[in-house]
T-cell receptor, first 109, second 116 residues
Framework: GQNIDQPTEMTATEGAIVQINCTYQ??????LFWYQQHAGEAPTFLSY??LDGLEEKGRFSSFLSRSKGYSYLLLKELQMKDSASYLC??????????WGAGTKLIIKP | GAVVSQHPSWVICKSGTSVKIECRSL??????MFWYRQFPKQSLMLMAT?????????EQGVEKDKFLINHASLTLSTLTVTSAHPEDSSFYIC????????????FGEGSRLTVL
C-alpha cells in the first residue's frame, strides 16, 4: 500500500528553526509537495521537489532524498503566523497525489 | 498564480435537504478537479476526482448517490450533498490542476457545511 508518515504535532519557539520530516512509500514517484494549511482555510502551496537535494525559498527550505524515501521542510526565523498544519504529499506513478496526515506546528512566543 | 474560487464559503442547512457547492477555475481550464472533505483536526480526504465531460471517479467508501459531482465545463465542477445529515457536516474543499503531470494543485477557499 501507499503510505506517507509525518509527525502529528510539533512545538517550536518564535525566532527558532524547526524541521518537519516526511517519509513515504508509494508506487512510483513523480515529485513531493509541501503545503501549508491554516485552521479553517484551504491549503497553500509551499514547495515541490523532484530531484534530490535542497530547495530554498526564503525562510522555507525543502529537502528530498529519493533513495531514502525521505523529505523535510525546514522553517527558519519562525513567526507566530507560521502556526499551521504542514502537509506532505507525493505524486505517484499514476500522477495521483497521495497525502500525509499533516503536522500541526505550534509556535510559542 | 492560478485562481480557484469556491462558493459558498459557509452553508447551514436542515437535515434532509440538499446542498450544492460550486468550484470554478477563474483563469485556466481545468480538465480535472478534485473534491476533498476534511473533518476537524484531520487531514484532507479525497472524495472524488471530477473529469470534464465524464463521470467522476469516487474513492472507496464515498457514496456516489449521496455526493453528486458534475463537471459540466472546463472551468466548473459542482458537488451536491443530497439528503444531508449532521454527520455530513464538514469542510469541503475543491482543487484543480492545470497540468496533470505537474501535480501542483490550486485550492478553492473551502466550504464549511453545517447540517442541523
Amino acid at each position: 500500500g501507499q503510505n506517507i508518515d509525518q509527525p502529528t504535532e510539533m512545538t517550536a519557539t518564535e525566532g527558532a528553526i524547526v524541521q518537519i520530516n516526511c517519509t513515504y512509500q508509494t508506487s512510483g514517484f513523480n515529485g513531493l509537495f509541501w503545503y501549508q494549511q491554516h485552521a479553517g482555510e484551504a491549503p497553500t502551496f509551499l514547495s515541490y521537489n523532484v530531484l534530490d537535494g535542497l530547495e530554498e525559498k526564503g525562510r522555507f527550505s525543502s529537502f528530498l532524498s529519493r533513495s531514502k524515501g525521505y523529505s523535510y521542510l525546514l522553517l527558519k526565523e519562525l513567526q507566530m503566523k507560521d502556526s499551521a498544519s504542514y502537509l506532505c504529499a507525493v505524486l505517484d506513478s499514476n500522477y495521483q497525489l497521495i497525502w500525509g496526515a499533516g503536522t500541526k506546528l505550534i509556535i510559542k512566543p | 498564480g492560478a485562481v480557484v474560487s469556491q462558493h459558498p464559503s459557509w452553508v447551514i442547512c436542515k437535515s434532509g435537504t440538499s446542498v450544492k457547492i460550486e468550484c470554478r477555475s477563474l483563469d485556466f481550464q481545468a480538465t480535472t478537479m478534485f473534491w476533498y472533505r476534511q473533518f476537524p483536526k484531520q487531514s484532507l480526504m479525497l472524495m472524488a476526482t471530477s473529469n470534464e465531460g465524464s463521470k467522476a471517479t469516487y474513492e472507496q467508501g464515498v457514496e456516489k448517490d449521496k455526493f453528486l459531482i458534475n463537471h459540466a465545463s472546463l472551468t466548473l465542477s459542482t458537488l451536491t450533498v443530497t439528503s444531508a445529515h449532521p454527520e455530513d457536516s464538514s469542510f469541503y474543499i475543491c482543487s484543480a490542476n492545470r497540468d496533470r503531470e505537474a501535480g501542483e494543485l490550486f485550492f478553492g477557499e473551502g466550504s464549511r457545511l453545517t447540517v442541523l
